[in-house]
């Protein structure tokens, strides 16, 4: 079972800035396109942005420009900075690891999610 754990959710108000992490076990994090995803009450999960080992980086666009998600290999962590935070970006955010070969992500492991609330 892959565990994740994140951290670094929070209360912001517009315009401010977050910066979320996500912890994997080294081999989880090497193999595996790592990613976040949120979801908000009476919406379905989408996605916000992905990072594969190689560092390709793939986001929603609706945090395109605003959002940027990076690995820090040596602490097997996935990050991601979250600038001019709309209240529309309230949601519950989780990490997200999927292997190459599951493009659909059927089989991905979760973590347990992290609230973050943007404030007008």
């Known amino acids: 079972q892959v565990q994740l754990v994140e951290s670094g959710g929070g209360l912001v108000q517009a315009g401010g800035s977050l910066r979320l992490s996500c912890a994997a076990s080294?081999?989880?994090?090497?193999?595996?396109?790592m990613g976040w995803y949120r979801q908000a009450p009476g919406k379905q999960r989408e996605l916000v942005a992905t990072?594969?080992?190689?560092?390709?980086?793939n986001y929603g666009d609706s945090v395109k420009g605003r959002f940027t998600i990076s690995r820090d290999n040596a602490k097997n962590t996935v990050y991601l900075q979250m600038n001019s935070l709309k209240p529309e970006d309230t949601a519950v955010y989780y990490c997200?690891?999927?292997?190459?070969?599951?493009?659909?992500?059927?089989?991905?492991?979760w973590g347990h999610g992290t609230q973050v609330t943007v404030s007008s």
């Open positions: 997200n690891a999927r292997p190459p070969s599951d493009p659909l992500n059927l089989g991905g492991s």
């Open positions: 080294r081999i989880i994090f090497r193999f595996n396109i």
């Open positions: 990072s594969t080992s190689s560092g390709s980086t």
